[in-house]
């Protein structure tokens, strides 16, 4: 990192931030997610932004002669990562059984080291790590559609005394190709109540489009 910081070298450090910033922020926001285009990218220039500051403060480093106070400029960068990690943590959703947004998440975390990478002046760093980021975002989401995962459930049945017992239900949920984990019954008023804790394998590609 030069201690000299031209106008060139802002312009040219600022422009690959940008690009890589919509690159990467342009898949989500084609999905829809909550932290998009706009998200993506005002997340990495401010990183830039910051570690151009830095580059600023480079002579300022250290401690004066007469001062017993040290200028610590990783701190700066320090604070950058962990004020992502809030925002990151911000866009991550629980939806019962269902998490969402951790990959919206991640991704806020990692154009920020993207843009420390371009604010840094470390440009041949900063574009592979934007194309290693595009292959992890476009390129697995075949891999992951592919993939089998267990999905799980619970179940309540309300049945009359007349009803199929615990191992018939039991028995038909697993001819649905349903794996039953915990079955628990609930008895009154002449009724049965059944919860059952269920899972089955199915492939990314089976579920319905959000």
Same mark, same amino acid.
């Given at each position: 990192?030069?201690?000299? &910081? ?7 450090? =600022?422009?690959?931030?940008?690009? #890589? ?13 909550? #932290? ?5 990218? &005002? !997340? ?15 002579? =300022? ?20 990562? $962990? ?9 991550? =959703?629980? @939806?019962?059984? =269902?998490?969402?947004?951790?990959? $919206?998440?991640? $991704? ?5 080291? !993207? ?9 041949? &760093? ?52 349903? $794996? ?5 019954? @609930? ?8 919860? &059952? ?5 199915? @492939?990314?590609?089976? #579920?319905?489009?959000?």
């Amino acid at each position: 990192m030069p201690v000299d &910081l031209t106008w060139p070298d802002l312009v040219v450090r =600022l422009l690959c931030t940008l690009i #890589a910033g919509a690159v990467i922020g342009y898949d989500r926001g084609e999905h829809g997610k909550a #932290a998009g285009l706009r998200t993506t990218v &005002l !997340v990495c220039t401010a990183a830039s932004v910051a570690m151009l500051q830095m580059n600023y403060l480079l002579p =300022l480093a250290g401690r004066p002669s007469d001062s017993f106070i040290t200028n610590d400029l990783m701190r700066l960068l320090l604070g950058i990562l $962990t004020g992502v990690g809030f925002i990151g943590g911000g866009a991550i =959703l629980r @939806r019962g059984s =269902l998490i969402v947004g951790v990959t $919206t998440a991640a $991704t806020l975390w990692y154009v920020t080291v !993207v843009g420390l990478c371009f604010g840094g002046g470390q440009v041949l &760093l900063g574009w592979l790590a934007t194309a290693i980021g595009v292959v992890e975002l476009w390129g697995l989401r075949s891999v992951e559609n592919v993939m089998s995962y267990e999905q799980h459930a619970s179940l309540a049945l309300t049945l009359d005394q007349n009803g199929p017992d615990e191992s018939e239900v039991q028995r038909r949920l697993e001819a649905a190709a349903l $794996t039953v984990r915990d079955i628990s019954l @609930r008895s009154g008023s002449g009724m049965r109540t059944l919860t &059952l804790n269920v899972s089955r394998q199915r @492939r990314r590609s089976e #579920a319905a489009p959000a």
